[in-house]
């Protein structure tokens, strides 16, 4: 019996079908568990930049905002605490001023200082409401800003920008590379068993991004997908 998961976050869909190990004996039985846990690996998320990956497909589109906050002299933190709690305040500030317009926010952020200058700086992901960039800069009030718009492209998408918010190491062990609102949409998954001849298929009009093929050994063969599915390059439905 073969196990087919599948992952998806807005137009990302993530699939892997691979054997159940069970029912077999030994040396097979051991190598199958192996080929299992080698596929399961791939769907397990071991890295930052992955379960990001996910949560930002699953919660932002294309128009959405990519926004840098960083400080001026008068306002410079001088540690990672002092900047966590401004750049806390500034959402806060952030989300009474759409509370005003009845709008929600949602954002994913990070905050580095490990290059350049050395000053601390945060890289903001939110949800872009139409006429965002007064009340960004009202709320922010603390040093420049720089607002662009998020593209989806073949080669910059939503990959790039999870691997981009992950690329400072952390300051310590336990330490997290980025962090968000409560209120963002999780990343659906389904399980189901399926016959050891089911295929991956990508969807016509999708985009390919990982496709690992058949990997086979004597034990049998798991296979692994990942795809921008069709109209991967509009909007996400909400």
């Not at 497909?57 to 990672?80: E, M, V």
Request: glycine share 8%; charged share 30%.
């Amino acid at each position: 019996m073969y196990r087919q998961k599948t992952i998806i976050a807005g137009p990302l869909v993530a699939q892997a079908i691979y054997p159940m190990a069970t029912g077999s004996r030994g040396a097979v039985r051991s190598g199958r568990k192996k080929l299992s846990s080698d596929a399961q690996r791939r769907m397990n998320l071991k890295y930052a930049w992955q379960k990001l990956e996910l949560l930002i497909a699953a919660n932002f589109k294309r128009g959405d905002l990519w926004i840098t906050l960083t400080y001026d002299d008068a306002h410079l933190p001088a540690s990672r605490k002092e900047a966590a709690a401004r750049v806390q305040a500034f959402f806060d500030r952030l989300r009474k001023l759409r509370r005003r317009k009845d709008q929600d926010l949602r954002y994913l952020y990070c905050t580095e200082h490990k290059h350049g200058d050395g000053r601390w700086h945060h890289h903001v992901l939110i949800d872009r409401t139409g006429k965002d960039f007064a009340d960004v800069l009202t709320a922010w009030g603390q040093g420049a800003v720089d607002i662009r718009t998020v593209r989806i492209t073949k080669t910059k998408h939503f990959e790039s920008l999870a691997r981009y918010m992950c690329k400072e190491a952390r300051d310590k062990v336990g330490h997290r590379l980025w962090s968000g609102s409560r209120n963002l949409r999780r990343p659906e998954t389904y399980t189901e068993t399926v016959a050891e001849t089911a295929a991956l298929r990508i969807p016509k009009g999708a985009r390919k991004l990982d496709d690992s093929g058949d990997v086979r050994t004597m034990y049998g063969h798991y296979r692994y997908v990942k795809y921008l599915a069709r109209g991967w390059s509009g909007r996400i439905k909400q």
